[in-house]
């Protein structure tokens, strides 16, 4: 019989924090047996600004997960986003040690660390270190060079990186609630392993992961991630236009928005009515579908928009023939993909968490894509174990100086 591994992913986001726990087959399948969530107040466009708030929402998702799954969990898969987060390209060239016997493992390695170290500001650190291809001699477009014959290997990367105070301050989260941090992983990398399938990423696809604090974007093309950018918008400034715009409590707002919101103004029956609450007491007021739609079509056209000139700035976007995958829970809004169609000219869909089996009923919504892709993201690299070597670099990689001294505290 398999034998089966405990995983568990954490997704910090700006208005939930999720944790999930699976069991991993050998097979690389992802059973669901726990999901936890929990309010967050401490985190601000993706980012931990309240490390008390934070930590005791952490403690209560994972409880509340772990009592689901009946089991124990020590360390998560963890999410990083927000405005500190970049990417850039990067390369480096290494002569072949021993170019009659074919390339092996430890040029690879070689090649990869002369294209990491590229000048970092001072004080980021690396994320991850996403190889795009390699060039043997003049013959690009290899993907996997070991054992080719060659003189000259040249590596091409796409760098992440992150700042080390705000991966500090989800350390120190995740720690005071008692937990450790396997690895850190990018929170649309992950989202994009749960609602992208191998043939979208090869032919090239956008994930627009629209949350409640930031919108961010990861497109891919043949395979790989080529590009990442943020907006500094979500879910939450719909929200609070249409308190503002309908004179409502927030929360009642949200539910609103939730219940009878559409983006796309020409879906709506502008002779259907909604019952708004009022601020202070003031008896509600009947208003037409139609503006509270007026309300919102802009924020969302304004986030699109600027989604759209951050993936014109890359060089993909033209080669996106899958098209615009949303997910997030603000991809929810009804006619969010009908408006990004219209904005964009490309198809566009939602991305549900897929993948998984088990309680997959409790996480069949777009809020859940980044804690479910984590998962995967930690099936892929367990499973994988060259490509977890060779390409992130081991026990030195990812956020280790941070990891390290946080963990002799542990
Ligand atoms: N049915 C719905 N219709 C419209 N919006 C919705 C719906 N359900 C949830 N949302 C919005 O989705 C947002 C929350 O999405 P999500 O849970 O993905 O965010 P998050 O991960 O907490 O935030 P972030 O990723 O920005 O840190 C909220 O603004 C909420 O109003
Ligand atoms: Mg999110």
């Known amino acids: 019989m398999a034998k089966e591994r405990i995983i568990a992913g954490l997704d910090l986001g700006t208005t939930k924090i999720c944790a999930i726990i699976g069991e991993a087959t050998v097979n690389g399948e992802v059973r669901i047996v726990g999901v936890g969530t929990a309010a967050s107040y401490g985190i601000r466009t993706g980012m931990v600004v309240n490390i008390d708030q934070t930590a005791a929402a952490i403690r209560k998702a994972v409880e509340d997960a772990e009592r689901m799954a009946g089991v124990k969990v020590g360390s998560l898969y963890t999410g990083i986003a927000g405005g ?23 040029d690879v390695r070689r090649v990869l660390d002369a294209a990491k170290a590229v000048t970092m500001p001072k004080d980021t650190e690396l994320i991850h270190l996403l190889p795009q291809g390699f060039i043997v001699d003049d013959q690009p477009g290899i993907k996997e060079p070991i054992g080719i014959s060659g003189v000259r290997l040249e590596a091409e990367v796409y760098i992440i990186t992150g700042a080390v105070t705000a991966a500090q301050n989800v350390y120190k989260s995740v720690n005071q609630a008692g937990r450790r941090i396997k690895e850190l992983v990018l929170q649309p990398l992950a989202s994009s392993y749960a609602v992208c399938s191998p043939d979208e990423t090869e032919l090239g696809v956008a994930v627009v992961d629209i949350g409640g604090g930031t919108t961010d974007i990861a497109l891919f093309f043949e395979g ?24 409502t409590p927030l929360d009642q707002a949200e539910q609103i928005k939730k219940e009878h919101g559409c983006s796309f103004l020409s879906m709506v029956d502008d002779k259907e009515k909604i019952q708004v609450p009022m601020v202070g007491g003031r008896p509600p007021k009947e208003v037409p ?4 739609s007026s309300i919102i079509q802009p924020r969302m056209e304004e986030i699109f928009n600027f989604t759209l000139r951050e993936i014109r700035r890359s060089d993909y976007a033209e080669l996106l023939p899958a098209g615009i995958i949303l997910t997030g829970g603000g991809a929810m809004l009804e006619g969010s993909t009908q408006q990004v169609e219209q904005v964009f000219g490309m198809p566009a869909k939602i991305g549900m968490p897929q993948g998984v089996t088990g309680l997959a009923d409790a996480i069949q919504s777009p809020i ?17 174990k060259i490509q977890r070597d060779r390409y992130q670099l081991g026990p030195s990689g990812t956020f280790s100086k941070v990891k390290q001294w946080f963990n002799n505290f542990l």
């Open 289 to 292: 579908k139609g503006l509270l």
């Open 224 to 247: 790989a991630l080529r590009y990442i950018a943020v907006v500094g918008l979500g879910g939450r400034n719909v929200t609070n236009d249409v308190a503002i715009g309908l004179s």
């Open 368 to 384: 859940y894509s980044t804690a479910v892709g984590l998962l995967h993201y930690s099936v892929s690299r367990t499973d994988d």
């Open 84 to 106: 500190h987060i970049r990417g850039l390209d990067s390369r480096g060239v290494v002569a072949v040690s021993h170019p009659d016997k074919g390339i092996t493992d430890a």
